[in-house]
């Protein structure tokens, strides 16, 4: 995917989200957001429940459409484009980690990969991608167990490697560490890193952890759907 601009993947211009309550006053979950996200970057949005960082991230995932304000991923002005193209978009050009992993529990790690590339419509070889994936994570070794059989930190690995299988250029994750211990969720981070430097994924992330700050590239705080600092 090429964008319009050469250093951003995502560009968001004067986004607001608002809900209805009561069939007559708009709530405002977000209000006149601006910010450029980089191509190949580890970006976090950090904020407490309540912030508007999931409401954020569902429209630059394509998954919302805002109320008012412009989003573009790459080339795609996502705020113009007919769902059937956005879902299109999603499923050739986005991965998603959500806080639960949702792995399918009658299958194994690998299968659970294999399947996402089939959903995907994936065009290579979807066996060795699945176990390039798996190895990618730490979990070469354990591909062929089922999710019950592995730690909590090991199915959101598995969570990861189904995530990017299918090569897309925009991970998203939500609160992708909220349920990990610290080691583990240090180790989730390093695998983010990973992903953008190796696989040149760019990875977008929630999270209202302080600790994981410094891990990002570049970071943006939301209170009250604004972005402050």
Same mark, same amino acid.
């Given at each position: 995917m090429t964008t319009q601009n050469g250093e951003s993947m995502i560009v968001v211009r004067g986004v607001s989200r608002g809900f209805e309550i009561g069939g007559e006053q708009l709530f405002w979950a977000l209000k006149n957001i601006s910010m450029d996200i980089p191509r190949g970057r580890l970006t976090i949005l950090r904020g407490r429940s309540g912030s508007g960082k999931t409401t954020l991230m569902n429209i630059l995932s394509a998954l919302d459409q &805002?109320? =008012? *304000? #412009?989003?573009?991923? *790459?080339?795609? =002005?996502?705020?113009?484009? &007919? =769902?059937?193209e956005r879902t299109f978009l999603r499923r050739k050009e986005i991965g998603y980690i959500f806080q639960s992993v949702a792995l399918i529990p009658m299958m194994s790690a690998y299968e659970n990969v =294999?399947? #996402?590339l089939r959903l995907a419509g994936y065009e290579g070889n979807w066996k060795e991608r699945a176990q390039e994936c798996l190895h990618m994570v730490g979990l070469g070794s354990r591909m062929h167990h089922m999710p019950q059989e592995l730690s909590g930190g090991e199915q959101q690995r598995v969570a990861i490697a189904r995530a990017v299988a299918h090569r897309p250029a925009v991970l998203f994750a939500d609160e992708p560490t909220a349920e990990l211990d610290t080691n583990t969720g240090l180790q989730v981070m390093k695998i983010f890193k990973d992903l953008c430097q190796n696989e040149e994924v760019t990875v977008v992330m929630t999270t209202h952890d302080t600790g994981l700050m410094e891990i990002g590239d570049q970071v943006f705080e939301l209170e009250d759907g604004e972005i402050i600092g």
């Open positions: &805002p109320t =008012e *304000g #412009s989003v573009w991923l *790459g080339d795609n =002005e996502l705020t113009k484009m &007919p =769902e059937r =294999e399947f #996402s």
